[in-house]
Structure formats: C-alpha cells, structure tokens
C-alpha cells in the first residue's frame, strides 16, 4: 500500500512540474502564438493529472488532508473551465449541461469549504474561507457567463485569462507548500494576492480599458 502511495506521490508531483513549468512559459511569451498554445496544452495535461492524483492521495492513510482535496477540486475545475471557455471564439459554440454541471458542483464545494471555516471542522479555518469566497466569486462569473456567453466579443477571453492564471496561481502554491516545504498563513496568500493583480490587470487590458482612460486623459 505504501508502495503504491509513494508512486502515486512521484507521478503526482512529475506532472505538477511540467504543468508548472509549461505554466511559466505561456505566462511569458506572446498570447496567442505557437509557443503559448503548445505550452497552454501541457499545462493543462499536467494540471489535471496532477490534480487528480492529488484527490485520492489526499484521503490516503498518512496523508489525510480535507483542505488540499479541496484545492485540488478547485485547481481541476478552473483548468476544466478555463480550456472550455476557449470554444467561445467561435460564434456556433453553445454552453452545455456539462458547463453548468461544472460550475454548479464548485459552487456547492464553495459553500462547503466556507462552512467548514466557519465551523472549524478541519482547522485552517482563514484559508478554508478565503479559498471558498474566492471559488465562489469565480462561480457566480461563470453563472454570468453561461446565461449569456456573448455579453461582449472578449467576455470568454477575459474567463480564459482568469481561470488559467488561478489554476497557476494554485500550483505555484502547491509548489511552494508540498515542495518546498514552506509554512504559514502568507505562503497561501500571497500567490493569489499577486496572481490576482496580474488576472485584473489583463483582464482590463483585454477589455480596452486602459486605452479608453488614455483616450479620456489626452
């Protein structure tokens, strides 16, 4: 049994690096181009299987963790609706049942992580809810999204830009805890607090805001 943990662990923490690291590139290079699509779709490999894996090795004898579970939900269904989103660019794509399904199930695992905060059930209490407000306020983006996709033509790249880089957000911290073996409130924050500041700034980048306030200054 311990075997197989360890091998579930090695295989777990393998493709959290190359989602890590293919993560890292399609950050950096130019949006849209070979180099950030090829990477984009590493990224994603490596984010589910890792993720995935991490669910089951989480409720292993040892290894018992509620909250990285959680996480790992969290992490596999901001990839799902990050990549999914990306069918919007065409104007046939339709929202399906397995959308809502997707984010349905999150905002019911939202409100449970929050209860669980609130209740003290699993200790953590800060960090269950300031990851279930934060799913949860990603959830009702989605609900706003599926009712109608096509609100505005950067709407789907704007819930691409914001999934993607949370479900990054989500490894670097990973990395940081099971990896590097870091400790304390900060180590959980941090991560998000910077990687939400990149996901609002590019998101109003997308949505022409910055040219129209230099249009409204000139």
């Not at 950096?28 to 779709?41: A, D, F, R």
């Not at 299987?49 to 990285?68: D, Q």
């Not at 789907?156 to 990896?179: C, D, E, M, R």
Request: glycine share 12%.
């Amino acid at each position: 049994m311990e075997t197989a943990i360890r091998t579930a662990i090695y295989i777990h923490a393998f493709f959290g690096g190359i989602g890590l690291l293919s993560g890292t590139l399609s950050l950096v290079t130019k949006k849209g181009g070979k180099v950030h699509i090829q990477s984009g779709k590493w990224f994603v490999i490596g984010m589910l299987v890792s993720s995935g894996l991490s669910l089951p090795i989480a409720c292993m004898p040892g290894h018992h963790n509620p909250f990285l579970f959680l996480i790992g939900v969290f992490t596999i269904y901001m990839v799902l609706v990050g990549k999914r989103v990306l069918r919007f660019k065409r104007k046939t794509a339709q929202v399906s049942k397995l959308d809502w399904g997707i984010t349905i199930t999150m905002t019911l695992l939202s409100v449970l992580m929050i209860l669980c905060g609130i209740l003290n059930s699993f200790g953590n209490n800060v960090l269950f809810i300031f990851f279930g407000i934060i799913s949860l306020m990603l959830c009702f983006q989605d609900f706003r999204f599926w009712r109608k996709p096509r609100r505005s033509k950067t709407g789907w790249l704007a819930q691409h830009i914001g999934k993607i880089t949370g479900a990054y957000i989500a490894s670097v911290t990973a990395f940081l805890v099971g990896g590097m073996k870091m400790q304390g409130l900060m180590v959980w924050i941090l991560p998000s607090v910077i990687g939400n500041t990149f996901i609002i700034y590019y998101i109003i980048k997308v949505r022409g805001g910055f040219k129209k306030r230099k249009k409204v200054t000139s």
